[in-house]
């Protein structure tokens, strides 16, 4: 298959026909809770793992802009597989934003490709489980690196992953991201549980009973608030918001089609496209560092673009949309995935009020 490049003159037809085939499996992978491998190994070998990396560890460098860009294609064909990518994504870039070469040139050649699959498990650090007082994962050094004790509650394809990239947090209270071989004895990824939507992306928990890991496989830490480091790539960023945008052209290019034959249609349809091409235009721009707009601000307003869209489409499906198996109803359950994943508190609160006809305002 063609590689996918920002410099090479056929990239957008070569990136138009992998979504195609990501399209067509979109709707199959989530009835049938089948982990998306086909999809996964056409990206691979497409080179969209490359898009992230650096040319040193076989990347091709993409620019923020381009990467916005790209993952808006890949979550309009298929949701699941994108946000897949996001969570390898994820380790990868922390793992070469790391100081530990060793690290990065034992793993990034291969996830440069299809060779090996590395995954997150950090939302314990940011959004989940926030509320208890002690940390679900902790760790604890040893003379030769650091033993791991709890679980992840949220990890995506662990049941499939070579390497987990966790965050564990010390009794002093700093903490540690580390990868994790899933073959080291104590490593467990349990039945992923079944989700409202994006089950075939197989989130679930991993548990760590007494796994020692070596230092050689530290990525950062041990420090305070070890997400607040900067160390490769936030969360709640650009690609949350972009997979958000990706979904909601999907509703909307459904109603665009749908307005040849009711012209009732026509006014929403221009309305949504028209926010639609707003938001994106300011996402690649805060992308590419303009302070204009923030990302929260652009996170708010994607989540409310995805919910309105989705079922403004359901509505335009009309009773079919109603039955199991319409990418409308589909595509409803998987914007309100955006409600909860890696949603800060203030987004959530936001679309809260929205929900609740609150001005932003108001408490």
């Known amino acids: 298959m063609e590689q996918l490049s920002v410099s090479h003159s056929s990239s957008d037809s070569a990136l138009a026909r992998l979504c195609e085939k990501l399209a067509d ?15 996964l190994k056409l990206c691979g070998e497409a080179g969209v793992y490359q898009w992230f990396l650096s040319r040193q560890w076989g990347g091709q460098e993409w620019e923020e802009q381009e990467l916005v860009r790209g993952y808006v294609r890949l979550s309009t064909a298929c949701l699941t597989t994108a946000f897949i990518i996001t969570q390898r994504t994820g380790a990868c870039r922390r793992i070469e934003a790391s100081e530990n070469m060793w ?15 590395a995954t997150v498990g950090i939302s314990h650090l940011t959004t989940s489980h926030r509320h208890l007082k002690r940390s679900v994962l902790s760790a604890s050094q040893t003379a030769k690196g650091f033993v791991l004790e709890g ?15 966790v965050g564990a947090t010390l009794d002093d209270g700093r903490q540690i991201l580390i990868v994790v071989p899933t073959n080291l004895p104590g490593v467990n990824a349990e039945k992923p549980v079944p989700l409202l939507a994006v089950s075939a992306s197989h989130t679930g928990k991993v548990t760590f009973e007494s796994v020692e890991v070596g230092r050689e496989w530290l990525v950062a830490g041990p420090v305070e608030d070890v997400m607040g480091q900067s160390i490769g790539a936030g969360t709640g960023g650009v690609s949350t918001s ?30 949504l496209r028209s926010e639609f091409d707003q938001l994106f235009t300011k996402l690649l721009a805060v992308a590419g560092g303009d302070p204009t707009h923030t990302l929260q601000e652009l996170r708010i307003r ?52 929205e929900l609740a006809g609150l001005h932003d305002d108001e408490d």
């Open 302 to 353: 994607s989540n409310s673009l995805v919910l309105r869209a989705t079922q403004a489409s359901l509505m335009a499906a009309k009773g079919a949309g109603f039955v199991q198996g319409h990418p409308s109803g589909r595509w409803c359950r998987e914007a309100m995935f955006f409600l909860v994943w890696s949603c800060p508190q203030s987004v959530a609160k936001a679309n809260l009020c």
């Open 25 to 39: 499996g979109s709707g199959v992978i989530e009835t049938d809770n089948a982990w998306p491998s086909e999809q």
């Open 103 to 117: 690290l990065k040139s034992h793993l990034l050649p291969k996830l440069a490709g299809a060779e090996s699959f």
């Open 242 to 271: 972009a997979l958000a945008l990706g979904l909601s052209d999907s509703a909307i290019h459904f109603i665009e089609k749908q307005t040849g034959k009711r012209q009732e249609l026509l006014e929403a349809s221009s309305q």
């Open 151 to 165: 679980f992840s509650p949220w990890v995506t394809g662990g049941i499939h992953a070579d390497h987990i990239l």
